[in-house]
């Protein structure tokens, strides 16, 4: 009976704790931005679209879209 009473206790105090423990911060939204691509000495202006959702816990997912001279980039 001893044991039972404990391990409903230490039960109900973990599910206390883990509700009680804050939200993982977010990242949903949307970022934009740009700079310069160098690679083997030539040089591209590149602008980049990021959208990121939740995936569900502390994991995102994201869509990215990178426009440079060359043609446009999806990730």
Do not use: N, Q
């Amino acid at each position: 009976m001893r044991h039972g009473f404990a391990l409903i206790s230490i039960a109900a105090i973990s599910a206390l704790l883990a509700a009680a423990a804050p939200a993982a911060p977010s990242l949903e939204g949307y970022w934009k931005g740009s700079g310069i691509v160098s690679h083997k000495g030539a040089e591209d202006r590149v602008e980049c679209r990021v959208h990121y959702t939740r995936a569900g816990g502390k994991s995102f997912s994201y869509t990215a879209t990178c426009a440079m001279e060359s043609g446009k980039y999806d990730l």
